[in-house]
């Protein structure tokens, strides 16, 4: 069945890089667009970013534009989120979503597990 | 950037009555080429991501319950359960997929009365 799962995460000191990882399985990943959202703890969800399905077009909230970049390989099935110049305010659960379509649909039908960034010093 | 305000933040509703949720959008979400309001409901459960309730305002995704339906169109949405069931219990966030940055409502916290 259709999965995403998710690895990276962890704990960073402000200012450093970190890289999430979301890998799509039982599904033609590169049909479709994805997404990152991230959730603070005990806060409601934000999205952060989209990537279409061949990776032409991306979008990216105002918070992380510059700082962090999304990204794909459909040959292997996965998506990236890089983060960088991290602060205290990017601590979050980070959820990789699909998008219903190409990425023009911005529907999110499929969430991944999420995983935990923590950014202290 | 869109602005999505849910009332109320929380709900207590008894089991089999009926949930009602709101969901106001600073601008119309009522794209006119295609008709279609670009509003999605989805139900998160502690410990658990995100799970697609309703898209397009009013379209429920497969798999779940004729008791979840969505409403409204323009500004004001709604979200109704039409009988509650235990399993129910989660915060339920109403999302615009409009424009970008595709904003998220801050979400409404239902339990059983």
């Known amino acids: 069945q259709m999965k995403l799962v998710q690895t990276g995460g962890g704990v960073v000191q402000p200012g450093r890089a970190l890289r999430l990882s979301c890998e799509g399985s039982?599904?033609?990943?590169?049909?479709?667009?994805m997404h990152w959202v991230r959730q603070a703890p005990g806060k409601g969800l934000e999205w952060v970013a989209l990537?279409?399905?061949?990776?032409?077009?991306?979008r990216y909230a105002e918070a992380v534009k510059g700082r962090f970049t999304i990204s794909r390989d459909n040959s292997r099935n996965m998506l990236y989120l890089h983060m960088s110049r991290l602060r205290a305010d990017d601590a979050a659960l980070y959820y990789c979503?699909?998008?219903?379509?190409?990425?023009?649909?911005?529907?999110?039908?499929?969430w991944g597990q999420g995983t935990l960034v923590t950014v202290s010093a | 950037d869109i602005v999505m305000t849910q009332s109320p933040d929380s709900l207590a509703v008894s089991l089999g009555d009926r949930a009602t949720f709101t969901c106001r959008s600073s601008?119309?979400?009522?794209?006119?080429?295609?008709?279609?309001?670009?509003l999605a409901w989805y139900q998160q459960k502690p410990g658990h991501p995100p799970k697609l309730l309703i898209y397009?305002?009013?379209t429920r995704e497969s798999g779940v319950p004729d008791r979840f339906s969505g409403s409204g169109s323009g500004t004001d949405f709604t979200l109704t359960i039409s009988s509650l069931q235990p399993e129910d219990v989660a915060i339920y966030y109403c999302?615009?997929?409009?424009?970008?940055?595709?904003?998220f409502g801050q979400g409404t916290k239902l339990e059983i009365k």
């Open positions: 979503a699909r998008d219903q379509g190409i990425g023009t649909r911005r529907i999110l039908d499929q």
């Open positions: 039982g599904f033609t990943f590169a049909n479709f667009g």
């Open positions: 990537i279409w399905n061949d990776g032409t077009n991306k």
């Open positions: 601008q119309s979400l009522l794209y006119t080429s295609d008709n279609k309001n670009y």
């Open positions: 397009w305002a009013s």
């Open positions: 999302h615009q997929y409009y424009s970008s940055p595709y904003s």
